[in-house]
């Protein structure tokens, strides 16, 4: 490869301070010459998320209070990467030890095919690793990752299946749905994610949510109306 292949889209929203660690991470990346730019799309964050990024060399787009969802963000993001790759990652995400390695490996070997992380909470409650757990178990049996377990995946791929959709909610369960199981691989690599939603919502009363939610949007329901259940 004459450049490094891949670029990185991070949503935010008040982010701060996981995505200070987020960024700092990726460092790494770039000097081993697979980042070719980060692209952090902001919806309207109040904290200091923005100027962090600016800060930290990557490019900031602002897609403002609109209520579109992060499946506008993802969508814009990719629009202005310059990467033959794309890197889907939750500002609040942290790759771990063995991510680049991963993601090279993958980018060389399976072009056809997007990838996603094991996920793991910043927490070691047993609460958060039961979720983990069937987190996990669900992206391997079902082919159904969420967005915070990132989605590598080529310019090409992401493509042909129609890329991001710009709805208000479920946009990752859309992506991974039009590429389907086969299409889906698991990268040998963690991404440690914030727990703080469900310390904050409750460790049994968010999944729960999370899955009627994901029920619904299977079931044909609109990601607006689903969205108006989430608030």
Same mark, same amino acid.
């Given at each position: 490869?004459?450049?490094?292949?891949?670029?990185? *889209?991070?949503?935010?929203?008040?982010?701060?301070?996981?995505?200070?660690?987020?960024?700092?991470?990726?460092v790494a990346g770039?000097?081993?010459?697979?980042?070719?730019?980060?692209?952090?799309?902001?919806? =309207?964050?109040?904290?200091?998320?923005?100027?962090?990024?600016?800060?930290?060399g990557?490019?900031?787009?602002?897609?403002?209070?609109? =209520?579109?969802?992060?499946?506008?963000?993802?969508?814009?993001?990719?629009?202005?990467?310059?990467?033959?790759?794309?890197l889907?990652?939750?500002?609040?995400? *942290?790759?771990?030890?063995?991510?680049? &390695?991963?993601?090279?490996?993958?980018?060389?070997a399976?072009?056809?095919?997007? &990838?996603?992380?094991?996920? =793991?909470?910043?927490?070691?409650?047993p609460s &958060?690793?039961?979720?983990?757990?069937w987190?996990?178990?669900?992206?391997?049996?079902?082919?159904?990752?969420?967005g915070?377990q990132?989605?590598?995946i080529?310019?090409?791929?992401?493509?042909?299946?129609?890329g991001?959709?710009?709805?208000?909610?479920?946009?990752?369960?859309?992506? *991974? =749905?039009?590429?389907?199981?086969?299409?889906?691989?698991?990268?040998?690599?963690a991404?440690?994610?914030?727990?703080?939603?469900?310390?904050?919502?409750?460790w049994?009363? *968010?999944?729960?949510?999370?899955?009627?939610?994901?029920?619904?949007?299977?079931?044909?329901?609109?990601?607006?109306?689903i969205?108006s259940?989430y608030?």
């Amino acid at each position: 490869m004459t450049s490094a292949p891949l670029s990185i *889209v991070i949503p935010t929203l008040n982010a701060m301070p996981r995505l200070a660690d987020c960024l700092a991470t990726l460092v790494a990346g770039l000097g081993a010459g697979l980042i070719r730019d980060v692209v952090v799309v902001d919806a =309207g964050s109040d904290d200091q998320s923005p100027a962090l990024a600016l800060d930290m060399g990557c490019r900031v787009i602002q897609v403002g209070h609109n =209520g579109r969802g992060r499946g506008q963000q993802l969508a814009a993001g990719a629009k202005a990467a310059k990467g033959d790759w794309l890197l889907f990652l939750h500002g609040d995400s *942290v790759p771990l030890e063995g991510w680049i &390695a991963a993601c090279k490996s993958h980018i060389a070997a399976a072009p056809h095919q997007a &990838a996603y992380f094991q996920l =793991g909470f910043d927490d070691q409650a047993p609460s &958060a690793l039961r979720i983990a757990f069937w987190a996990n178990w669900r992206a391997r049996l079902f082919g159904l990752p969420y967005g915070d377990q990132g989605l590598l995946i080529s310019r090409a791929l992401y493509e042909a299946v129609g890329g991001f959709r710009p709805i208000a909610l479920m946009e990752d369960v859309d992506l *991974v =749905g039009k590429l389907g199981k086969s299409r889906l691989r698991f990268l040998p690599a963690a991404v440690e994610t914030s727990a703080e939603r469900y310390r904050k919502g409750g460790w049994w009363f *968010v999944p729960l949510r999370n899955l009627t939610l994901l029920v619904a949007f299977l079931c044909g329901v609109s990601p607006e109306r689903i969205k108006s259940w989430y608030r």
